[in-house]
């Protein structure tokens, strides 16, 4: 089953109104997927599952409306943007903050599951809710892993060794990747398998992008 499918599913086939704004310019696939991504979010429904604490500082409980309330509180408008620079492999990022209230989104934005597109906005959207907008910090060098290979950027294929592609702390936006990402493995009522199977490997994309033990510590236990 593709993702666009799946992701129908997940949402139960209803096609809510987002209350953010999407540029008028938003080329056609790149808007289908953006709009695919925001009713996949606002589609989310727990049942009984709890919330974990971090979450619940985030967002509230594990539910469409809280995901779709966080973007509105941060993001004014979703406008399209450019790879930059134009590499031969696409583009080094999905999404990039843009001004105070914008989030631009790149050619590559369609190219990725739904669930990485999701959390992409999310991440997005909490920079606006940092002091500074919560910007990254260099990864170590050399950075591994738990079975001590390079971490590299799933959608480039690099090493992001001494790349500004880490977090320190468990607040800022990868740690809100994880926290979200859990959530949604172990509490998602109406989301098929594999959706919830791509939200446990995308979490531990973001888990190796905080580069301090304690941080982690406290992500794993929450
Ligand atoms: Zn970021």
Request: charged share 20%; proline share 5%.
């Amino acid at each position: 089953m593709n993702g666009f499918w799946s992701a129908l599913l997940a949402v139960g086939l209803a096609c809510p109104v987002h209350a953010v704004a999407i540029s008028a310019d938003m080329p056609a696939e790149m808007r289908l997927s953006l709009e695919e991504a925001l009713n996949f979010l606002e589609g989310i429904r727990s049942g009984q599952a709890k919330e974990s604490q971090l979450h619940r500082e985030l967002f509230g409980g594990i539910d469409g409306a809280a995901y779709d309330a966080f973007i509105d509180a941060n993001v004014r408008e979703i406008i399209p943007g450019e790879c930059d620079p134009e590499p031969p492999m696409g583009c080094k990022v999905l999404a990039r903050t843009y001004g105070w209230d914008q989030i631009q989104i790149t050619p590559s934005f369609p190219r990725v599951d739904v669930v990485r597109r999701a959390v992409v906005l999310l991440h997005e959207a909490r920079h606006f809710s940092l002091p500074d907008h919560g910007g990254h910090v260099v990864c170590p060098k050399p950075f591994l892993d738990a079975q001590g290979r390079d971490i590299v950027s799933v959608l480039t294929g690099e090493s992001v060794a001494g790349l500004k592609s880490c977090d320190v702390g468990a607040n800022g936006s990868y740690g809100l990747e994880y926290v979200f990402l859990t959530n949604l493995a172990r509490g998602c009522s109406n989301c098929t398998e594999e959706i919830t199977s791509k939200a446990r490997f995308w979490a531990e994309q973001a888990y190796y992008r905080i580069n301090d033990g304690s941080a982690r510590a406290a992500l794993r236990q929450d």
